[in-house]
């Protein structure tokens, strides 16, 4: 593969084998830089181990990787924010301070982090919860607070494991509108891993179709259908073809 141009992920070729077991295979993917890529896919078809990969917790057993132009599982990992599905909040924190651990991490104070932390939350709808404990929090306020503390890491690169996969149907379509709000003002190369075509149609840029395992991308889509009234959105022809070709492909 040439050398990858400087910002977004570049995937060529990539194969992952546990022992016997072929997880991903051949997959070549570009996410382009401050881009929205969707990866839909069934169960077990790769989908968080190819996060993994970008991320730099997983090495490809063939094929390369490129995040901003680095290679290096270390260099890949200090440019990624892997948001896992579960929110994974620490219960003896409140809202504000799961959401600064970041910050803290970093080497800034309690108190800096909380006050560098409070702008996000005001801008995220999270404004009056700062104080409250996780198990105060509707699992849409978990899941912000766990996006707001993603974006808290400072990285360029957004990697989102089914985010709203727990969440019921209403509040799952009120956060993907959020979702797609939220990185208009907030733009970073982001990948969304999702069982859900709609929302990746709703939320991306553009969608990546995977096979049952071994996972391969067995189609690419554009999409960009976010930012209208949803219910005109997925009713619309376009829509409903995009949908139409990706359900063809996961079949």
């Given at each position: ?6 910002g977004?992920i ?11 077991l ?20 069934p169960?077990?078809?790769g989908?968080?181990?190819?996060l993994?990969i ?17 290679s ?10 892997l ?7 620490l219960?003896w924190?409140d809202a504000?301070g799961?959401?600064s651990?970041a ?14 932390a ?23 306020m ?14 360029d690169?957004?990697?989102?494991d ?13 956060l ?16 969304l891993?999702?069982h ?6 709703l ?7 995977m ?10 889509l554009?999409a960009?259908?976010g ?13 409903l073809e ?10």
């Open positions: 593969m040439a050398s990858a141009a400087p977004g570049d995937l060529e070729g990539v194969t992952k084998r546990f022992g016997d072929v997880a991903l295979e051949d997959v070549s993917l570009r996410v382009p830089a401050d881009g929205v890529t969707g990866i839909v896919g169960s077990g078809c989908k968080s181990t190819l993994e970008v991320a730099g917790l997983e090495q490809p057993t063939a094929g390369t990787v490129s995040v901003e132009g680095a290096t599982p270390g260099a890949r990992l200090e440019r990624c924010a948001m896992p599905q579960s929110d994974l909040l219960p924190r504000l799961n959401a651990v910050l803290e991490n970093a080497g800034g104070g309690r108190r800096r982090a909380r006050a560098e409070a702008p996000l939350f005001a801008r995220l709808g999270l404004d009056g919860f700062e104080r409250r404990r996780t198990w105060e929090l509707s699992g849409g978990r899941q912000r607070v766990a996006f707001a503390r993603t974006l808290l890491a400072g990285k690169v957004l990697l989102l089914e985010p709203f996969g727990a969440l019921d149907a209403i509040t799952r379509a009120e993907q509108e959020w979702l797609t709000d939220a990185l208009r003002v907030e733009p970073r190369t982001t990948v891993v999702t859900d075509v709609e929302e990746a149609l939320v991306c840029d553009r969608v990546a179709v096979s049952a395992r071994p996972g391969r991308v067995v189609l690419e554009d960009g259908f930012g209208g009234e949803r219910a005109a959105t997925i009713a619309s022809p376009p829509f995009a949908r139409r070709r990706a359900l063809e492909a996961l079949r």
